[in-house]
């Protein structure tokens, strides 16, 4: 069974960045996709960027296009969410989630990761 834990949130300020970590653990890690979602009070839960273990091809999404990066670390099992220039609007609990390849929903989660952006 794969296992997702999240860290790296906490308050920041406007202007502000942050690199949020995912290390996984499991059996065949190749065969999943990763994804970064967050989820503001009130609001859906968005997907902000995704790739796969070892293929480079990766999604952004456009509101954080250009501000966020994923990124994986195949050899300490470690998916990273770099976030720059950080705006309130970016306020939310981030998660780490994983889909097996050829799977159309995410299906296994971490705890999720609190980002507080202060202006």
């Known amino acids: 069974q794969v296992q997702l834990e999240e860290s790296g949130g906490g308050l920041v300020q406007a202007g502000d960045s942050l690199r949020l970590s995912c290390r996984a653990s499991?059996?065949?890690?190749?065969?999943?996709?990763m994804g970064w979602h967050r989820q503001a009070p009130g609001k859906e839960r968005e997907l902000l960027a995704a790739?796969?273990?070892?293929?480079?091809?990766?999604y952004t999404a456009d509101s954080v296009e250009g501000r966020f990066a994923i990124s994986i670390d195949t050899a300490k099992n470690t998916v990273y969410l770099q976030m720059n220039n950080l705006t309130p609007e970016d306020t939310a609990v981030y998660y780490c989630?994983?889909?097996?390849?050829?799977?159309?929903?995410?299906?296994?989660w971490g705890q999720g990761t609190q980002v507080t952006v202060s202006s």
């Open positions: 989630a994983a889909k097996f390849r050829g799977s159309q929903d995410y299906t296994i």
């Open positions: 499991g059996r065949a890690l190749s065969l999943y996709v």
């Open positions: 790739r796969t273990w070892s293929a480079p091809a990766t």
